[in-house]
C-alpha cells in the first residue's frame, strides 16, 4: 500500500465530471448563440483585480464577500466577485476608442466567500452581457430581450421582474435621507426587510412605493404616490417608455419597485429573472442600468446596461423542470480482431476523425472486450478491423443501436455513418 494524503476541495467549490460537462456546454452554447445573434462579441478580463476596484462601487453585499489576498510585493488583490466594474475598467483602460455602441459578453466564474449552500458557491459561474454607450429605453429592452430569449431558447419558465433604481434614488434624495445612508437603505429594501426600512424612512408613500408590484396599472399608483416628487417622476417616465419597448418586443413582465438589487452602482432600470421551483436561491438573473460606473475610471461619462445570468443555478433549474438535453456519444471505436491489424485500425481512425469522434483501444484489449467497452460508453458505431476485411479494402461495421452489422469498403464508411 502507498501513502495516501486525502487532500478535499476547498469549501464551496465543485468538481464536474465529463457528463455534467457536456450538458453545462450545451446549455452554455444554447445561451452564447442567442447573446451572439444580437452582435456581441466576447471578451475576457482578469481572474484577479485590484480590491479597489470592486470597493468603490460595488455595494456592501459584494464588498462583505470578496476573497482578498495580498501578493509579494504587498499589492491588495482579489479574485473578481463580478464582472460589470472589470468591464468598466477594461473599457476606461482598453476600448475607450472604440466605435459605440459596444456590445460585450463574458462567461466565467467569480468568487465570492459566501455560506455555501445549494445554489450558492464560492465559486460560480455567471454569463452576462454589457451594453454600453446608450442611455436609450431600447438599449435597456434589448437588455432585458436577450435574457428572456436565453431562457426561452433553454425551454425554462422564469418570472421577469422590472424595477428602477432612479425611482428609488430621487424619492430618497426628496425625502432629505443623506447619501451615506442610502446604499444601506437600498440593501434593506433588497432584502425585504421593511420594519428597519420604515425605522430610517418615515413616510407611508415611500413604503407603500417599494411594495407596489404588478402591471402597467402599477406606474399610475406610482405616480399618484410620487406627484409631489417631480425628479422621481422624470425616473417613473423613463420606466415607461422601456416598457413600451418591452411591450412591442412581446415580453411579459411584472413591475416591482422594491428591487433594490444588492448592488451599488445601478442607476436607472434594474430586473430580475427568478425561478420559484430553485426555493431560497431562486434569482438566476440580475442586471441593470449603471450611468455613473464607467465615469468613475475613465472621467468621461458613458451610459451603460447589462445583466448576468447566475449559469449554476439556471443549470439546477434544467434538471428541476426535466428539460432534456441530448446525450453527447462517441460515433465510433475501432476494433482490431489482433495486434496485426493495429497499423490498418489507426490509418482508418486518423482519417475518419477528419468529420467523427473516434475511440480506439489503448489497453491491449481482445476484440470482445473493446465490444464490452463501446457498450458501455454507448457509442454509436463499431468499426471491426480484421485481416479478411483488409484484404479486400473493406471494414465490418455495426450500428451499436440496432445490432445490424455488414461488411463495407472503407471508402463507404462516411455515408453509412450519418
Ligand atoms: P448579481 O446579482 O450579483 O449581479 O449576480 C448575478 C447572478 O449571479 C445572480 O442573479 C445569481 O444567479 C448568481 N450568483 C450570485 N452569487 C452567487 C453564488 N454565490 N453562487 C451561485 N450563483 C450566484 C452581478 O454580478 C452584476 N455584475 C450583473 C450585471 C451585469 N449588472 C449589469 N451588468
Not at 434614488?169 to 425585504?192: A, N, S, V
Not at 425628479?231 to 417613473?236: C, N, P, T, V
Request: charged share 35%.
Amino acid at each position: 500500500m502507498g501513502i495516501k494524503k486525502e487532500i478535499k476541495r476547498p469549501r464551496g467549490t465543485r468538481d464536474f465530471t465529463p457528463e455534467e460537462m457536456e450538458r453545462r456546454e450545451h446549455v452554455e452554447n444554447l445561451i452564447k448563440s442567442v447573446i451572439e445573434s444580437y452582435n456581441y462579441r466576447r471578451i475576457l478580463t482578469p481572474t484577479f483585480e485590484h480590491s479597489e476596484l470592486f470597493e468603490l462601487k460595488s455595494g456592501e453585499e459584494i464588498r462583505e464577500h470578496m476573497y482578498v489576498f495580498e501578493d509579494k510585493s504587498g499589492r491588495k488583490l482579489c479574485l473578481r466577485p463580478e464582472a460589470t466594474a472589470s468591464i468598466c475598467r477594461m473599457f476606461a483602460q482598453t476600448l475607450r476608442k472604440e466605435r459605440l455602441p459596444l456590445r460585450l459578453y463574458y462567461s466565467y466564474p467569480m468568487f465570492r466567500y459566501e455560506r455555501p449552500q445549494k445554489g450558492r458557491y464560492r465559486e460560480f459561474w455567471q454569463i452576462g452581457i454589457e451594453l454600453i454607450g446608450s442611455e436609450r429605453p431600447e438599449a435597456d429592452a434589448e437588455v432585458i430581450d436577450i435574457a428572456v430569449n436565453s431562457l426561452k431558447r433553454i425551454d425554462l419558465n422564469f418570472i421577469l421582474e422590472i424595477g428602477h433604481m432612479g425611482i428609488l434614488r430621487e424619492f430618497m434624495k426628496e425625502l432629505g435621507i443623506r447619501d451615506d445612508i442610502q446604499p444601506h437603505l437600498i440593501t434593506l429594501i433588497d432584502k425585504g426587510d421593511l420594519d428597519k426600512v420604515g425605522r430610517i424612512v418615515d413616510n407611508k408613500k415611500f413604503l407603500e412605493l417599494i411594495q407596489l408590484n404588478g402591471h402597467m396599472d402599477v406606474l399610475d399608483d406610482a405616480e399618484a404616490l410620487l406627484d409631489e416628487y417631480k425628479r422621481a417622476l422624470e425616473s417613473l417616465e423613463n420606466l415607461r417608455s422601456i416598457l413600451y419597448w418591452l411591450k412591442i418586443l412581446d415580453i411579459d413582465y411584472r413591475i416591482n419597485l422594491g428591487i433594490g438589487r444588492g448592488i451599488e452602482y445601478y442607476t436607472g432600470m434594474v430586473f430580475e429573472i427568478r425561478i420559484p421551483e430553485l426555493g431560497a436561491q431562486s434569482q438566476v438573473c440580475g442586471g441593470g442600468r449603471y450611468d455613473n460606473l464607467i465615469e468613475l475610471f475613465s472621467g468621461i461619462r458613458v451610459p451603460a446596461s447589462g445583466f448576468a445570468f447566475g449559469f449554476d443555478r439556471i443549470m439546477d433549474a434544467v434538471e428541476l423542470q426535466g428539460i432534456d438535453i441530448p446525450e453527447k456519444r462517441v460515433d465510433v471505436v475501432i476494433a482490431p480482431t489482433n495486434q496485426n491489424m493495429r497499423e490498418d485500425a489507426l490509418k482508418i481512425a486518423s482519417h475518419l476523425r477528419e468529420y467523427l469522434s473516434v475511440d480506439i483501444d489503448v489497453m491491449n484489449r481482445k476484440l470482445g472486450k473493446i465490444l464490452e467497452y463501446a457498450d458501455e460508453i454507448n457509442a454509436r458505431f463499431v468499426i471491426i478491423v480484421g485481416p479478411e476485411d483488409i484484404r479486400e479494402e473493406s471494414v465490418t461495421i455495426r450500428n451499436m443501436d440496432t445490432g445490424e452489422q455488414r461488411r463495407i469498403e472503407i471508402k463507404e464508411i462516411m455515408n453509412f455513418i450519418q
